[in-house]
């Protein structure tokens, strides 16, 4: 276990043990999107305050000199939006190819409702065992999505999905957050493991830094963010915000100011 120890702390920051993770992965669901267009450039903006990077084996070349002291967690898990089931997520390499590229810890997406959940259960149990003998992290992204599904915040649903993934030997569980801090703090004491919450669909500057703010508040050691991050109009001053909560402990107001993301965000909050 001593590999996957000294992984750990690779992708964990070195001062509070939590984690701002940057996503860039969606090149492959969605193609180049806004912000994903010139990776490379992305990766140096957003590399500055982020703790690991999350991307495709293909995309690792590009971040080679642009990555500053992010780590690297490698994602074994794809699908595109004209798959026949968007919901199914296979795997495209291995654990071993992911040791070879140099990755830190390694990341796998799992939906528990949809029709195909029987088979991603199977394939994350092999890759937790290759996980084991590799001395791998394992970053599990386990999501309540299908027909079963009505509510992918449904804090009965978000528990469900945390422990499945603790269950299959997940050490950090990435998942939805509740919507409060009560709710989420039943998924934190259902999981035995680390839990950092995804950074949500796109919303005010307030409005993502306050759940990420509440969701430590609740037990959660951190985000993976992504479209919130490199979408923004400043990923560097955002990503500092964000950095400023989960590792200083600072207040949505304080974050805004220290990290300066324009006047017009200083000026408001001066105002709060």
Known sequence: ???KEIRM?????????KALFVPIDHGMSDGPIKGLSNVRE??????????ALIMHKGIVK????RMNNSALIVHLSAGTMLSPDPLNKVIVTSVEEAVSLGAD???VHLNIGAESTPKMLEDI?????????????LLMMTYPRGKKVSD???????????????ELGADIIKTNYTG???????????????VIIAGGSKGSDLEVLQMIRDAITAGAIGVAMGRNSFQHEKPKQFLKAVALIIHEGMNVEQAMLESKLNERIDNRCKAL
């Open 1 to 3: 276990m001593l590999g």
């Open 9 to 17: 702390r690779r992708i964990l920051n070195s001062s509070s043990g």
């Open 42 to 51: 992305t990766i140096g903006n957003v590399s500055e305050n982020a703790d």
């Open 62 to 65: 590009s971040s080679i000199g």
């Open 105 to 107: 810890a390694i990341s």
């Open 125 to 137: 149990g092999k890759i937790s065992c290759d996980c084991k003998k590799f001395g791998m992290p």
């Open 152 to 166: 992918e915040k449904d804090v009965e649903m978000v528990k469900l999905a945390a422990r499945v993934g603790a």
């Open 180 to 194: 409060s801090i009560e709710s989420f703090k039943e998924v934190i004491d259902g999981c035995p493991v680390p």
